[in-house]
């Protein structure tokens, strides 16, 4: 697996290895507000690589957590009215934070307080590509969680997004797509089998939230995508199936070095 | 393991072979309104059958994605008000839904919300023995989640309600028991530690849900109870306790082969 | 691992081992109102170790639902407003109960509730040593759930709110140190992943519910920290990582024996 990056050579890079270095001496304080489905397999998937989770996820305490965190997550993915409220306070916290718009597009309520909250200016976006292209107006949205959409096929969108938000914006699929102002990075490998257990890319987006404590958001989206890629590629060698692959999985999170990113990266400037 | 049925011979039969290949080609779009308790391990066990679960739960969207889905899955374990008023909705789409009564008869809130929602016609109804009794208005409920009745005991009660509804009502057990208008078909087998885990039941419900959306009511209860009592013998076999047991409960859903179940069945219509 | 206590002659102790047995005699129902993140992990460990668990959290069933329940578990992880009023039905039932006041001390909301509840007598408080001081009005509370302050730095505070309470105080950490008014009991052991896997330290709040059926609240703490420590060393023993971990974690909760805590108790009344 190489990441293949193009950038401006104004922007600085923290290669991976020293990102997942960085995350794992401070330990940051990640806050998500997520789905009901992956918040477990999310703080565990967290504590393994070495953030701290957090889920505080109510209107009172969501926006004064979210000053106190490193990183935020807001993944629509069963957005009560309470996580509505808790998202719209956290984002206002000037903590960097991630949207993950779970299945925009078709639905009405989280398609409407995501372009909400894109006002407040997410410093990554991460989605499916029909998730990215619904919420850059360019397309219908897919199957609930599932892209109907290639990678690729959402380029322009991201783009668009990133220009507007001034951020990085992720696009999950079998090669994983980073764009910020300045750069396009694909990130190949990973397994399949993280497509048939519920939370890998949730979980994914948890952990740019991570990395964007410790380094820009372009970095952090690009690192958490090699460390996924690395991770699920090592659990998928022993795994008898989904469920033995999702607690090898969290394993390879935890034993993950950051010796093992670095012969994965190759990129231009 | 042998299914027993008999059935009137204008009932036409789906073997649980033929509706596993049926769900593994198509996938079927699952919409879940269930309890927070086993939100993870019932998409878990969807992704690994083969179908594609999506909890989509919040008032203002329930209804418009049950119109999507193929089969939807209404479990009463912790129903809040936003879940309520997401079920209303969803029951209403015309997509075969079924209802989980679980802890049904004891508990004033969701007792009323069941008994409201059989209006709507279940095309199936899963639960243990006091809850098939207490939802037919023919026992107190049980002690929770567990049952205190005996599966035969609420032959009666389930061919009550599949008259009522029109549908098929499954009561799980050591031998799980399932009736329409036409059937009566018992599934041994399976393995106690099952009953070790929670969700064990309300992922059934879930895959009874998938099912539905590609054969029968009660060849959808039918398959599904033969496909858990299939893989959880062999999750037992290899399991050390009940945590390797539920990850290789989920590994043998991924491996259960169509061919596998047939040997399984046996009945006279 | 040694359990040391000493308490006035006049308390009688149950072992951890009669405690065990009775607990899986009678597998008492142990209702929890505890946090979206943990609910699955701690049915599943409650299951394992031989209670009944029921998730019953909801305004009109929580309170009558205690009073059907030997132990009651009340957890501040992320109290939504629905939680925070089943909370103070459940807490007037007369069933003994458990306050877990999570991240108790920075944040508003659960602060306030958890002060409230304190004046319904938990039989027990659990919580890390930051939050025992910040429940006891000594300490500013710690960084999430993590503690920031040692264990027996909390000693103080914790026989203030034991002597507030009537009951027991348990604070966690590398030893866990368990108060009443009688007794001081340390529990040394367990194993450092625990504090990698999220939901460890909720579970256990959930388990001294389950004991709390069964035993004195003193005895109950005592025996749910010994099991803990117990069944978490054997677990890391054979974990290759946090994933397979908490899988082994539920295996040895279920293999757990009563004679395997005797010899870990040592004190002196």
């Known amino acids: 697996m190489v990441v293949r990056t193009s950038s401006s050579p104004s922007t600085p890079i923290t290669s991976p290895a020293a990102a ?47 000053g ?3 990183g935020v997550l807001v993944n629509l993915g069963t957005p009560t009215a309470e996580q509505r409220d808790a998202a719209r306070e956290a984002v206002r916290a000037g903590t960097p934070w991630v949207l993950d718009p779970v299945a925009v597009g078709a639905l009405p309520v989280r398609t409407a307080l995501a372009h909400e909250l894109l006002d407040a200016r997410p410093a990554i976006i991460r989605g499916n590509a029909s998730e990215i292209l619904a919420l850059a107006g360019a397309g219908a949205g ?25 951020g990085a914006v992720a696009v999950s699929g079998p090669i994983d797509l980073i764009v910020d102002a300045d750069r396009t ?6 397994s399949a089998l993280l497509t048939r257990v519920t939370g890998g890319g949730c979980a994914l987006g948890a952990a740019m939230a991570a990395f964007a404590a ?11 995508s090699v460390v996924w890629a690395v991770a699920s590629e090592r659990a998928a060698s022993a795994a ?8 090898a999985f969290l394993d390879e999170l935890a034993a993950v070095r ?3 990113l670095d012969a994965r990266v190759e990129g231009s400037r």
């Open 20 to 66: 997942l270095s960085a995350l794992r001496e401070s330990a940051p304080l990640t806050q998500c507000i997520t789905n009901a489905v992956v918040t477990n397999f999310t703080a565990n998937a967290l504590l393994a690589l070495g953030a701290s989770p957090a889920m505080c996820d109510i209107p009172g305490e969501a926006g004064m957590f979210a």
């Open 68 to 70: 106190l965190a490193g």
């Open 142 to 166: 897919g199957r609930g969680v599932d892209t109907t959409d290639a990678t690729d096929d959402a380029l322009g969108a991201a783009r668009a997004l990133a220009a507007r938000t001034g």
């Open 185 to 190: 990075a694909r990130v190949p490998g990973g």
């Open 214 to 224: 410790v380094v820009s958001p372009v970095d952090a989206a690009i690192t958490a």
């Open 240 to 247: 008898r199936g989904p469920g033995s692959f999702a607690v």
């Open 258 to 260: 950051p010796s093992d």
